[in-house]
């Protein structure tokens, strides 16, 4: 017996649902790979222009919703860390939209799927 025997035929509906849940997880994914681009965005512009100025000059963190009073010394190195996690979440985000679209890519051949333009 070949492998392909082995795998019970979907009906029509089954691969369309299928097909759906594919495109509404590679859509979540986008979107959050551009909300974390925003933010990575948002970051770039503030450490740009707290970078020139004196450390001990006052600044001002949301932090959970709160307001708190910070230097540039305190504020710099965590911004600058939490880029670096935003850029690491964006590029493993992105890992895995290429592989969610090459997944479904195989799946949409090995059941001779088009999906229609809107």
Known sequence: MSSASKEPQLSEQELRIAANQYGNELKAIASKIGELELQLDEHNLVIKTMSPMP???KCFRLINGVLVERTVREVLPALKTNKEGISKTIEQLTTQYRS????FAEFQQKNHIRIASA
Request: charged share 100%; hydrophobic share 0%; proline share 0%.
């Open 55 to 57: 450390e001990d000059r």
């Open 100 to 103: 969610k679209d090459k997944e």
